[in-house]
């Protein structure tokens, strides 16, 4: 039996129903590995940190993440910025406005140095396609753990047992591939979210990812012809019945939010001037007045 948890570093571990997630694990290597960029890059400089966890840059002074991060200051690279607390925005989903799901998208007071806007997904994309996810998490245990079937910790695989790597220290913004196996409507406990579904499996995808604690926020990246788009939020993660809370186990799947059910609400939240054009449409407008006031006085 699988159950769901939020993959966020503030996050309990282990809730009843859905996990947040944290940095992306890799299956491949010693797991320290993919920590730059991509050579066929999707947009690992428009993922940065927010509240210990992960968000996207989208464009126009925009950022979006999932609503149990939270708004606060958010990092790209070096630099910090300063949300506009008035401009936090709940998505919901549109077949249903009262139901609130796990995203959320706020205004920077300034732009982002040297960031260029993404394209959103409108629709889903294929079915058992590859995927970039790019997160901000915990680091990998270098070496293979191996389970038996009530979680003691054995020496090698065995029949009815379980294998994977447990979470170890620090966190790293790292990238990873998988393919799509799925859609489900997740429920996090902190809204109803329609998302995209991937598996953590051993031998799959090069880089095989699985999120963990940190990684909410971060971004999935689908390649639509010769064009990345973002096409998912990272959310939560699932676990085996007494699986230990803080390991990545082959089976496991992450659930990322499908940006292509909301693209439509995130354009129109993102139709907002960026902030450097609303403050010049200001001092234009002060100005205007002024110079009204003035002539008006001469007369």
């Not at 913004?173 to 998988?178: E, I, P, Q, S």
């Not at 799925?182 to 109803?192: C, F, L, Q, T």
């Not at 019945?241 to 186990?249: E, F, H, L, R």
């Amino acid at each position: 039996m699988l159950s769901l948890i939020r993959i966020s570093a503030a996050a309990s571990l282990i809730l009843v129903g859905i996990a947040s997630a944290p940095a992306v694990i890799i299956e491949g290597g010693d797991g320290t590995g993919n920590t730059t960029a991509p050579t066929d890059d999707p947009g690992w400089s428009n993922v940065g940190v927010l509240n210990g966890d992960s968000c996207v840059y989208l464009g126009n002074g925009w950022v979006i993440s999932a609503s149990h991060v939270g708004l606060g200051s958010v990092t790209f690279g070096s630099s910090s910025y300063a949300a506009i607390g008035s401009s936090y925005t709940r998505l919901y989903d549109p077949s249903n406005p009262s139901q609130a799901a796990d995203l959320i998208m706020f205004q920077l007071q300034t732009t982002p140095t040297g960031l260029s806007g993404l394209t959103v997904s409108s629709t889903e994309p294929t079915a058992g396609a590859q995927i970039d996810a790019i997160g901000n998490g915990l680091n990998r245990a270098t070496n293979e753990t191996f389970w038996d079937g009530d979680w003691n910790v054995v020496s090698g695989s065995v029949l009815g047992g379980y294998a994977g790597y447990y979470w170890g220290s620090g966190a790293t913004k790292r990238w990873g591939t998988n393919t799509l196996a799925g859609r489900a409507s997740v429920d996090d406990g902190s809204g109803i979210t329609e998302s995209l579904k991937t598996t953590f499996s051993s031998g799959g995808s090069d880089n095989e990812m699985q999120a963990a604690a940190g990684d909410s926020g971060g971004g999935v990246f689908y390649k639509r012809g010769s064009s990345w788009e973002l096409a998912g939020i990272m959310l939560a993660v699932d676990f085996y019945s007494g699986q230990p809370g803080d390991t990545a186990v082959f089976g496991n799947s992450t659930y990322s939010a499908d940006l292509s059910v909301y693209s439509g609400e995130i354009a129109q939240v993102m139709s907002v001037p960026e902030p450097s054009i609303l403050a010049l449409a200001l001092t234009g407008s002060i100005a205007g007045w002024f110079f009204w006031r003035r002539r008006t006085a001469a007369r």
